[in-house]
């Protein structure tokens, strides 16, 4: 046994037994063992919070999903209205193009019918004066200044006839 004294690696054998006696005497292990526990609590306290922010994250993201496909829907209606209004306003359009075209048309079919009536007019009127001047020309050329002063006295005469 006077060699175990003598070997350097059984006092340092025996040196470590006598400290962790040390430190069990004076509850060192309980320490590190309390230690452990709260680190361990916290961890867990951690995890459990980690957890409640990962299920408030998903139902946050499954209202956001539900927003979005509600808004989704909602703009899908708002298209289906806009197209039924355009293609409202688009016939109203139509018809209120052919009314106007409709109004223009017989306008203008009133204004040729017009100015046929007055072409009509000034073409007979034109012509009356030309039979006139024909007829007075053709009388003041072939009778004879009594012929005249006659046919004057008879459409005198008539005229007051006429006119009574």
Request: zero cysteines.
């Amino acid at each position: 046994m006077s060699y175990l004294l003598q070997d350097t690696s059984f006092w340092a054998f025996i040196g470590l037994v006598a400290f962790f006696a040390i430190i069990w005497r004076f509850g060192v292990h309980k320490a590190i063992a309390k230690g452990l526990d709260s680190r361990a609590y916290a961890i867990r306290t951690e995890l459990d919070e980690a957890r409640r922010l990962r299920e408030e994250a998903q139902e946050m993201l499954a209202k956001y999903e539900r927003q979005q496909r509600d808004a989704a829907s909602e703009a899908e209606e708002i298209v289906k209205k806009a197209k039924l209004d355009a293609e409202f306003i688009r016939e109203n359009a139509r018809k209120e193009l052919a009314q106007r075209i409709e109004r223009r048309t017989a306008l203008a079919e009133q204004r040729i019918a017009q100015a046929e009536a007055q072409a009509a007019k000034d073409v007979k009127a034109l012509a009356a004066d030309i039979a006139v001047e024909a007829a007075a020309k053709l009388l003041s050329e072939n009778l004879t200044k009594t012929q005249r002063n006659a046919l004057v006295k008879d459409a005198a005469g008539e005229l007051a006839e006429r006119l009574n």
